[in-house]
């Protein structure tokens, strides 16, 4: 899969293309969590949303913008194979969305769709030498998404979603993660799931910069690399050297009580105690 989708011919990505230099017209609105920014850090938003789908479609296209980054899903599976999207941009004069074509996902009948959202770049907090922490097009993560089957629009964002915090409490680009187990959200991405408790997603104004399309190639995981060293520290924590320098992020599999805390740590080197060094 493309960023354009597989089905497209030629003249459809020249369509597409074509958003490159001038604004699609959408009719979806900005939605996101119902807060007033404060600049403070909140849990990551999940969104939801139940619709309808005939059981005969030709073309199925979902578009999307979702700041600073998103996951998108479909019936409980991931869609397409980007990852930290959209690109950073300056939000305020340009932001850009992703095609996808989600043929596939879809079922006849009622269909899920959810959507995650985090700071990214969007709302970096953390104060750093290019001082990202003071731009000017700071807010809460917000969404923008649209789904067309056979050139028609069946569903937009709109105060019709459901919105919710889950597991991910903490999210900052500089700053790491926090991951709660003990909030997964069950079933969140099947249609008869019970979202009573959600609350309704607020229409909030958009980043300001005009929308395009995204036409770089997109970050994808590109390899799985497994640890080729380990020992334990004195203090019982234990390192894992996988051999090389990345960009990219670990994979585990753990088991224990309830509320156990895990605590992960990234280096590029070692000190003298064969301890990992963050020092730089």
């Known amino acids: 899969m493309t960023e354009f989708g597989r089905e497209m011919n030629g003249s459809e990505t020249a369509r597409q293309m074509a958003g490159l230099r001038s604004e699609r017209k959408w009719r979806a609105k900005w939605i996101a969590r119902p807060t007033t920014y404060m600049g403070d850090v909140l849990p990551a938003p999940f969104l939801r949303k139940v619709f309808n ?3 005969e479609t030709g073309s199925a296209r979902l ?6 980054y998103y996951e998108l899903y479909i019936n409980g599976r991931r869609v397409g194979d980007h ?10 004069r340009r932001a850009r969305y992703v095609v996808y074509d989600v043929g596939e996902y879809l079922v006849p009948g009622e269909n899920a769709i959810g959507v995650i959202l985090g700071n990214g770049w969007y709302n970096c907090h953390t104060p750093e030498v290019w001082h990202f922490d003071k731009a000017s097009w700071r807010d809460y993560p917000k969404m923008l998404l ?3 089957l056979d050139g028609k629009t069946v569903l937009c964002s709109d105060e019709s979603w459901k919105v919710s915090g889950g597991p991910i409490v903490f999210d900052g680009l500089r ?3 926090t991951y709660d187990a003990r909030l997964e959200l069950d079933g969140w991405l099947s249609p008869d799931y019970d979202d009573s408790g959600w609350q309704m ?3 909030v104004p958009g980043p300001g910069g005009v929308l395009q399309i995204q036409s770089m190639p997109p970050c994808k995981v590109m390899q799985t690399l497994a640890a080729e060293k380990q020992w334990e520290l004195p203090d019982g924590s234990v390192v894992f050297d996988i051999g090389q320098n990345i960009a990219g992020w670990a994979r585990i599999t753990v088991s224990g009580k309830k509320g156990t805390e895990l605590i992960i740590k990234y280096a590029e080197r070692l000190n ?9």
């Open 63 to 68: 578009y999307i913008c979702g700041l600073g």
């Open 83 to 92: 990852v930290l999207d959209p690109v950073v941009s300056q939000y305020d």
């Open 272 to 280: 003298d105690k064969n301890d990992i060094d963050q020092s730089n």
């Open 175 to 177: 700053n790491g993660e």
């Open 201 to 203: 997603a607020a229409r």
């Open 53 to 55: 789908c005939r059981a």
């Open 146 to 148: 649209e789904l067309e």
